[in-house]
């Protein structure tokens, strides 16, 4: 089925305990493309600038992507996020944020993209992913990333859009800030109480938590020898979700369990290295093998 | 089969974000008791002072426990350890000690305990683990807990009592330090090759990872929304574990990873409320209930 992701793509420059990439293939929407194109064709609504390198377009476009709703702005540059790791790597420091064409751009949903049945929202003003929710006709399937800065600036509009979405992904620091909960159990299931059918609390290293109505469901981790960057993890680990919920068509809770497993070996695959160079090298069957193992190690 | 388990049995004076609780019953022994008395019959060999409450003797016994490993030292005071948990409450800071009876005491397992079969060597110094060990006859599954001060004043007898033991559990933290590995998978794996069978790094409330020959295993901690004191913890999960395998009699990697989704439970009842309360009012039946949920919890 047809899957909506709105989000960035960008240049990354990261720097890390094990080693540094300047202006490497980074932004939200990107890395969820990469972990999602092993499941589903999918549509881009974003923006970049004159000096985004056609071949990645094409890449994007031999992955599935459906790139009628990329914005290729003539007269700015790409958005460009600057940031370094430090100690256990669990918070990336931005050292710099140059938003160039992001800046000025307002996401719109083209016609075409608006019959989609799975969306998603990543971070971003949640006024846009208001706006966004609001042109897509029909009932999909609706999952929304946010972060600090708009839980902390924009709370009234973020209350909304947990009235309107069907799912939100988000960090443990986030669930906390959103709740006022240091508990994250009570954090996730202060958060359903706001609107949504599910909430996954994603703790990088340590897993993710699982709130819905049937209870709270606990998934560790694969467990990895090399982490060499995290950035893009959460944004991997809801295109797997999301690209295994398109794929099948499905939106109840089995569906949802599955898709975070695939959604925790996506992200896996992201960390492993800089920027979507994992993807680039790990196959479609190499994925499944992950995921296999993923089930295995976790089967207790 | 017999279950026999040398360590401490104490007063903790504690204080948490929760509340506090003045001299009440501690120890790495009577946590592991605690939790494994759901399963099995024990044998402890430990030691008390004149002043510990004849009471908590007879309860135990109503457990399972043989005292007849029990020294009642009337002429000293019970060990006791005064702590406080700050902030995410994931390590206690030491404000006291007395070690009282516990510094002039030499553990010798008595002869009628000396066919145990299985062994649960609470963190000691390691010549005393290795000691212990030696007076058991047989071939008994020997599990091993450490501590920070060991690895770091000890390690030859450390390593010496790795390649005697069938498996050690540990903490992250602990794990880290004895291999100088960040990675825990690394460090798992690191500890693997110096002798024991199988390794459980006890990740707090992210749960634990299994290495074993058969690959690395993750599970979460149990979802919990209250946690009050994480005294004696890791010895709940230990008692969990061993008392589920000693009642099997079972030492394969299946029942291994059994006894960890219920040493798993046993950890998150003790972490409830100070000392073992949580344990007086939690019957078998809920334990089983609760790890009902627990599986429930973590099917993915």
């Known amino acids: 089925m047809s899957l909506l992701v709105v989000g960035s793509v960008a240049f990354d420059t990261i720097e890390t305990p094990f080693g540094k990439a300047e202006r490497v293939l980074g932004g939200s929407a990107t890395f969820f493309m990469f972990a999602a194109s092993y499941f589903t064709p999918q549509r881009l ?7 985004f390198p056609p071949e990645v377009l094409r890449e994007l ?5 459906d790139l009628r ?11 460009h996020w600057t940031g370094r790791y430090e100690g256990d790597m669990n918070a990336a ?15 719109t949903v083209p016609e075409e993209f608006r019959d989609s049945e799975f969306v998603f929202l990543a971070n971003d003003h949640p ?7 609001a042109s897509v006709r029909g009932n999909p399937l609706s999952v929304a990333d946010t972060r600090d800065f708009w839980i902390a600036e924009e709370p009234a509009l973020l209350a909304e859009l947990l009235h309107r979405v069907d799912g939100l992904v988000l960090n443990e620091h986030e669930a906390r800030l959103l709740t006022g909960e240091h508990n994250l159990v009570r954090a996730g299931a202060g958060i359903l109480k706001r609107g949504p059918e599910f909430v996954v609390v994603k703790k990088g290293e340590h897993g993710a938590l699982l709130f819905c109505g049937e209870g709270t469901f606990a998934v560790p981790a694969c467990p990895l020898e090399e982490v060499r960057d995290p950035t893009g993890a959460g944004d991997a680990f809801a295109g797997g979700l999301m690209g295994y919920l398109a794929s099948t ?7 949802i369990r599955r898709g975070i497993t695939y959604g925790t ?14 993807f680039r090298r790990t196959s479609r069957q190499a994925l499944n093998d992950r995921h296999d193992a993923f089930l295995k190690a976790i089967r207790f």
Chains 1, 2 share one sequence.
């Open 61 to 65: 476009e031999e992955r599935g992507v």
């Open 265 to 278: 070996v996506t992200a896996s695959v992201a960390v492993e290295d800089f920027s979507v160079e994992p």
């Open 69 to 79: 709703g990329l914005k290729v702005d003539a007269d700015g540059k790409t958005f």
């Open 127 to 133: 006024q846009t992913q208001l706006d966004v929710l």
């Open 45 to 51: 609504v974003g923006v970049v600038g004159h000096d």
């Open 249 to 255: 068509g499905k939106r109840s809770l089995e569906a």
């Open 93 to 107: 420091q931005t050292l710099g944020v140059s938003l160039n064409v992001l800046g000025s751009w307002k996401a």
